[in-house]
């Protein structure tokens, strides 16, 4: 069952690397690095709910034989999934700003003609 | 005393980053406030550093703090760990005092800035970030740290947002550097499914004897590629120049003389504590290969600049594959090369920004061609630019002299002849690119609208005087800077299982009492070293050199002015955009250059600005380097 969280996660994060690589517009290169992002937050809250022995890190050995008929969520993926998400929040409004400071300067937002600085 | 220095590691994160937030809210107005604040803050954790400088590397203990007092449980680790071992602390060392060199000197370049106090919350927030980033023990606050240097390295490198180069050179930076973020956080979930931990000790007690399954031989490929971003290894480097060229020299100096050191760090943390397998071949081969591969691309691009801060900026990139080799060597000697190279590189790459800075600071310009004969307006920032120069080029009685001479030997004692043949035709480019650079800036004619040039300002000599002293005496005195930093952290590197036990607390790995006895026997063997040899050497490279270039002068005498590589350039830059094209260029160099444009231009050519290319590259590299692993391994 959790072969297609999976699978749709890395597709999400492959579209998003692909976005990144091919579209030549700013905007769009952002929205691939949301969409990569993305993938990997599903990834790891896919990957925090495992049916078959999900022990946390804070549950140890009595315990778990305890809660082994009573399977619950690991916690720790769903708060890396929260910081992930942040810092995601953090570089998309950094990079859109600096687009909307790139069309102020070179009036285009097309990657091919923002190339001033190579060599 | 000591349960009170306990509390020192996360001090020293703690107060820039808390000082940024107070600087950040402060007025526009109280930028003298902002500027003390800022150098008190940064000073202040430097000096906490400092202070736990005394246990762990002399005494060699590893301090180990765990945040809430969340310690481990039978050998599992619960709460979030600092782990302090000689490597840490040497790399804390260097990026604060980078940072407090760096926030000292950038007040005079503020100046001309409209609202310049909103460079000192960055540049704490970016000091803050990288001494979490080298101190913590933990995958996962290690990804969260680097996040936090890069948005601020990014907002520095955007700072003087009227000019579009620092803007296009911001919005590269944080696109690759999301690509190189995206793998290292797709790395870490990755170990993090199989082994349901996020501490590095307790990954690494799971891969004793090499047992590695292809999830996390893929989660390796996943944050190597991914922290080579951070370190700019090549071709993960398309930023760099760019950053490096837009952002004002004093956060350039923190790039590289900081930024691109924690990436290393990253990298022999991963290989050599994470994964124990510094001593598997084919990994030192890869490792070998890429510091190579960096070390030459590196300064035959500088070869080819025109803007003294981007050939810097490519300098450096070689220099970091100097390091890489040398820990790629893996050797004992190879470790201890790359150890004291990363001393010499902050100390004169930080010190040849600064000088960078000065000189723009007083002409508004960095353009090869537009300079010249400012070394009699300037005298001492000259000499401090040679200092830097001769050191960065090991030549004696610099520091660098030292470090290279380890290396060359230690790649003859391992085998590997043509890596140090390489590095030593590297380093013979390295001086011959700043020689350029030296006569162009501070020789030859002086123009006209300099006249009124003077010499830099306090702000910046003291720090470049203080660097200048440090590299000197670096050179003078090897010795006591192998007793207190080299050897203990290359006994950290090789003995990286007492890490792992310490922050558990439990034995798995003995300390390998046999490389603690060769690492205190080495210190005979490096003072033993005859520079004679060395000279004899270089200069028989420099000659060989030099007769190169003559028959090349000879069959090339009746080129015209516009060469290939520059040609190129004018296509590629747009057609009103001629800043690139050098019509002042002396005789040699440009022989040199359309002769290595012919042949080599297609490495200038693949730097075609364009972000996309440069991502790709990135993702290259993974590709390349998991299909490596996962055959190797």
């Not at chain 2, 930024?259 to 510094?278: D, K």
Request: contains cysteine; proline residues 3%.
């Amino acid at each position: 069952m959790m072969i297609v969280n999976y699978t749709g996660s890395i597709l999400i994060f492959i579209l998003g690397l692909y976005m990144i690589l091919v579209k030549k517009d700013m905007v769009k290169i952002i929205m691939g690095i949301f969409i990569m992002d993305s993938g990997i937050n599903l990834f790891f809250v896919s990957m925090g709910f495992r049916l078959e022995s999900n022990v946390s890190p804070a549950v140890f050995q009595n315990t778990a034989q305890e809660l082994s008929h009573n399977p619950f969520v690991d916690p720790i993926p769903q708060a890396l999934a929260l910081v992930s998400i942040l810092i995601c929040a953090c570089v998309v409004a950094l990079a859109l700003s600096l687009v909307i400071k790139v069309y102020e300067h070179y009036g285009t937002i097309n990657t091919d003609e923002v190339r001033r600085l190579n060599r | 005393m000591m349960e009170f220095a306990s509390h020192f590691p996360i001090l020293s994160v703690i107060i820039p980053l808390a000082m940024a937030l107070i600087t950040a809210i402060l007025g526009r107005k109280l930028v003298w406030v902002k500027y003390i604040l800022s150098i008190l803050a940064s000073a202040a954790s430097f000096i906490l550093i400092v202070m736990i400088f005394k246990p762990v590397m002399m005494d060699g203990n590893i301090m180990v703090y765990w945040l809430g007092n969340w310690k481990p449980v039978e050998g599992q680790a619960i709460g979030i760990g600092l782990g302090i071992d000689q490597l840490s602390l040497f790399l804390a060392l260097i990026a604060a005092f980078v940072s407090l060199m760096s926030i000292i000197c950038s007040k005079r370049y503020l100046a001309h800035e409209e609202d310049g106090g909103k460079y000192y919350p960055l540049a704490l927030l970016m000091t803050g970030g990288m001494i979490g980033f080298v101190l913590s023990g933990d995958l996962f606050n290690m990804y969260v740290m680097m996040e936090i240097t890069v948005i601020s390295a990014v907002s520095l490198t955007a700072f003087k947002s009227y000019k579009r180069e620092s803007i296009e050179a911001g919005f590269k930076y944080i696109v690759i550097s999301s690509v190189g973020s995206a793998f290292v956080l797709l790395g870490t979930i990755f170990l993090y499914s199989k082994f349901h931990t996020l501490n590095i000790a307790q990954i690494a007690a799971s891969f004793t004897g090499h047992n590695f399954d292809p999830l996390s031989i893929l989660a390796l490929a996943f944050l190597l590629s991914g922290y080579a971003v951070l370190a700019f290894l090549i071709p993960s480097h398309g930023w760099a120049p760019d950053a490096h060229a837009a952002a004002p020299s004093s956060s350039g100096m923190m790039f590289s003389g900081a930024l691109a050191l924690t990436g290393v760090y990253a990298l022999v943390r991963i290989l050599g504590t994470l994964y124990q397998s510094m001593d598997l071949s084919s990994i030192q081969n890869l490792i070998i290969f890429w510091g190579v591969i960096t070390m030459i691309i590196g300064v035959i691009m500088a070869m080819v600049q025109y803007d003294l801060r981007k050939m810097l900026a490519f300098l450096s990139i070689s220099q970091i594959g100097f390091i890489i080799t040398g820990f790629g060597l893996s050797t004992l000697l190879g470790i201890t090369g790359g150890v004291h190279q990363m001393v010499n590189h902050f100390i004169s790459i930080s010190l040849l920004f600064i000088c960078t800075g000065a000189v723009y600071f007083r002409t508004r310009t960095t353009r090869l061609n537009e300079l010249g004969g400012l070394g009699k307006k300037m005298p001492y920032t000259a000499a401090l630019f040679i200092a830097g120069m001769l050191s960065i080029s090991g030549i004696p009685p610099f520091n660098g002299f030292i470090s290279r001479w380890i290396l060359y030997k230690a790649g003859f004692d391992a085998g590997f002849w043509y890596v140090a043949v390489i590095a030593l035709l590297c380093t013979v480019l390295t001086l011959a690119v700043l020689i350029k650079a030296m006569h162009s800036v501070f020789f030859g004619v002086q123009h006209e609208k300099y006249k009124g040039v003077k010499e830099a300002p306090i702000s910046m000599s003291i720090p470049a005087g203080i660097l200048g002293l440090l590299s000197l005496a670096g050179g003078l005195f090897p010795e006591p800077v192998y007793d207190f930093i080299i050897k203990p952290v290359t006994s950290a590197v090789l003995n990286s299982g007492r890490f792992i036990d310490s922050i558990l607390g439990t034995e798995y790995f003995k300390a390998d009492a046999v490389r603690e006895i060769a690492v205190q026997k080495l210190t005979n063997e490096i003072s033993g070293y005859n520079p004679l040899n060395f000279l004899i050497v270089f200069g028989v490279l420099l000659l060989g050199m030099g007769i190169f270039v003559f028959l090349l002068y000879r069959s090339k005498n009746n080129i015209s002015v516009g060469t290939a590589a520059q040609t190129t350039a004018q296509i590629a830059a747009g057609s009103d955009d001629m800043e690139y094209t050098d019509e002042s260029d002396t005789g040699l160099f440009k022989v040199l250059k359309s002769g290595l444009g012919k042949y080599l231009g297609f490495m200038g050519r693949t730097h075609s600005g364009l972000v996309n290319d440069y991502s790709l590259w990135v993702v290259g590299t993974l590709a390349v380097v998991s299909i490596y692993l996962l055959l190797v391994l």
